[in-house]
């Protein structure tokens, strides 16, 4: 018999979706009579499954793993009837599916279900032929129901604006139950089992609308029927389903009057008819998530340009996960605010113009400025929203056309110091693993991050893995977010003290011999220099300095290097601070100290914000190095370039995205084009930004609506949103992914690398790109770290994790041999602490953070023109702690203005304990632009990277007289009450008095299988 042992790592990282648990040696069974080979422990269903036999299987969810509800993978197994999807596997297990017991107890239980259901597939949304209970149907053969469906006498649920819930569909299978309470880890959804008439609650009995439920779509991803059905569906996706209420009600009743007379196969019939019907219109497009960096990928189920619904369940980053801005967030993209007309100013307004004549404009303005005042007199801002191929083209065009350096993307706001900090470290500024290994951690710690709203479906991982008992959590930051709330450890560092804790845990762990001497001896250079640069930074000193007492951080010192695998995860509250790489590095040195890179479970996870932000730096949209970091005095690089684009590269650095502003206002920038960039609102210190896009003479934007940085532009070019193109989108884990075209460009707009091509054609360079695929065999054979990247090996889910070999190899976890440097072997750096320059004073006393909230992506600009988030989250607010609240006589709902020395917002109060005492936080959304949080943030930055010191700022708040309602609605899930508990809890279901395993057999529950083999016989 093989035992369970250690996850193995190839097994681990094949599967999509959420780890399972492990799986032990390789043994043999035999099913129907043929030998499989299997795995012990594994359920017994995926052998079945893994050598096609056909079992109905209506619970079961390969994702989920077994809930054990539905019976109706009953099967012999050494001649006892039991549940094929709760049975491990055990060596040499002898198993049949189709005896006469196995038989009557999978019809006696899916009897039992369809009595749960109301069986009307013809006139169903949910025909598409992916149900798993009118499929489970055919698999029986069943031609009659011996227990007529009763009403139950539940109201349907539609108080959410995304799903509705129909109790009278609900077959009570609590796929919806385990994906919420252990995949998403929300635990809103529970089935109270031992109620007369069981259903599925929320919060225990509230109405969706006015529960925890955070609408990220599990539970309706997972329904195996129409129960749980998007309502974007609703009356949309059937050939009969959009008919009036009353017809369709009587419909039904003539479906279920003809199964009384004929049984269920010629209803079956027709339904199946009509589901293949459907796929005359319902176009079903992979995609990749436009929102964050975590990228899920999912299909886009459409007709025409409705989107009918987003089904995810192959994708390698998410697998059956989403969260609310990728399950339901599409409206934007039918926005009536697109914008579809390229625009030309005229003098205070803007007019319509075609594209040849804006195109025309742009190529002339451009060549005219560069010829009066030189190449550097233009600058160009990438998108991290857009595709790589698109981010390649800007940086081309920047490089080849105009002979400029002055690039850059948005990582510049958030990652660059990351990156610079691991570069500096382990010589990649990426993330060292994927999300696989982040959940197969021993040990997760994050440091200035919002995981769980930033990046929800890679927060879902590690809250799964905590709640399952697999990792600890600590959670470092100002602020209480939810994971900080679950959290085993939380702890609130002074702001922007984190180098000093993380300086002296590993000073301690080196004083005291925890390191891990055998990785820094074999794989680490420059240990005294760093030793002696963190000399200073005793347990004392930084309980001084961070508030965190000295034992705490022993004890967190001492804890790290007992564990087996580490993983650190960082965001913005790290980055956006004056020592934003230092205190970058100084967690790689951690983790290297300790001897956690190049393991499954460890390493460094900078998490990326924007979809593409990794993608638009991977790319070369900088100022310092073209494609895949390659320097841009790199002779290397120099020499393919010189080939390819037929120019040579410049080796001077170019301008930044900080250092653009201060050249336009300066006058030594004169064009600027920005792509997808909101900048207006999301640089710091925007009133400065402001008065830079003022001074230039030509401004480009290109976007899909006309931003508030449009408002400053000369010419407004309408773009196509990434649902309407091809390309490759790279996320934080550096794997790269397709994204297919779900539906045309919006008559209008055009593809944004469609827009550089056509631009670069005027200005004498005819790149004669006809497919993104051509762009990114430009790539591969200009970027080494992506020498092996083609379209065709990205086909559908198919992904490659950067670095890529000429023959496709990838890697998905970096530094398992070598770190990135000519004698592979990582460097610790010795930092530097750099404290906060805008600590509060008497004038600004408060301490101000800023940051994403869950229902929105950003400024808000693609969210918002979503009805159903603009409702649960409709604008930006500034949350106060209660001890300020009390102090100041301030309650949730009042109007304040916040005053810093850059410019005043006026805002809405919340009062909440998630921030504390005299620390403020305002949501990066705004509903209006001169409410925009970066009004008040001021020009500091990383020291490095130039990244703007974002949570580096002091305000003040003058209370106004005005009072509102609450800025968060009843509706927002912030106030439910989740109802936590260990999955679906089918054992609950099995201890009914009136339950009795399927076919009249005795309840059987996984272990107790030899015990009953006396007591039930084959009948074979
Ligand atoms: S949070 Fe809401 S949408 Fe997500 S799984 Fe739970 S009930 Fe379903
Ligand atoms: S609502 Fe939940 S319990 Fe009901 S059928 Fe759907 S997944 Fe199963
Ligand atoms: S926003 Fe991020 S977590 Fe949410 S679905 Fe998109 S990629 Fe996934
Ligand atoms: S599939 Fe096994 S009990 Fe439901």
Redesign the pocket.
Known sequence: MGELDVPNDAQIRSEVGPTRRPRGAQVQVTVDGAAQAAWAGEPLVDVINRAQIELAQVCYHPQLGPIQTCDTCAVEIDGVVGRACGTPVQAGMVVRTQTNAARTAQRDAYDRIVANHDLYCTVCDNNNGNCTVHNTLGVLGIDHQTRPFQPKGFEKDMSNPFYRYDPDQCILCGRCVEACQNVQVNETLTINWEAEQPRVLWDGGKPIGESSCVSCGHCVTVCPCNALQEKSMLGEAGLFTGIPLPVWNSAIDVVKGVEASAGLKPIMNVSEIESAARDRYIKKTKTV?T??G???SFDVWTDERHILKVEPGLGHA?GIS??V???FGWDYVNSADRLTSPLIRDGDRFREATWDEALALVARRFTEIRAAKGPDALAFVASSKASNEEAFLVQKFARQVIGTNNVDNCSRYCQSPASKGLSLTVGIGGDSGTIKDIENASLVITVGSNTAES????ATRVKRAQKLGHTRVIVFDIREHELARRADEFHRPNPGTDFVWLAAVSKFILDNGLEDKDFLRERVNGLDEFRASIEQYTLERAERETGLSAETLEALARRIASEDRVCILWAMGVTQQCGGTDTSATISNLLLITGNYGRLGTGAYPLRGH?NVQGASDMGAQPDAVSGYQKIDDPFAVQRHEREWGVTLRPERGLDNTQMIDAAIRGDLRALWITGEEMSLTDANANHLQEGFEALEFLVVQDLYFTNTARFADVVLPAAASLEKEGTFTNTERRIQRLYEVMPPLKGTRPDWEIYTAVAERMGHRWGYTHPSEIMAEIARLTPHFAGVSYDRLEGYDTLCWPVAEDGTDQPLLYTERFNFPDGKARLYAGEYRPRQQAPNDDFDLHLNSGRMLEH?HEGNMTFRVAGIAAKAPDAFVEISPELAAERNIQSGQWARLVSEHGAVRLQVLVTGRVSGNQVFVPMNARKAEDAVNRLTGSQGDATTNTPAYKDTRVRLDVLRDVGPNPLPATNPRWGHPTPQQGVEVERKWARPDYVFPGGLLPMHGDSLNARADALGADD
């Open positions: 998530c929102y964050c975590v990228g899920c998410n989403t969260c801005k990728g399950k990046h929800p479906v890679l979809n992506f």
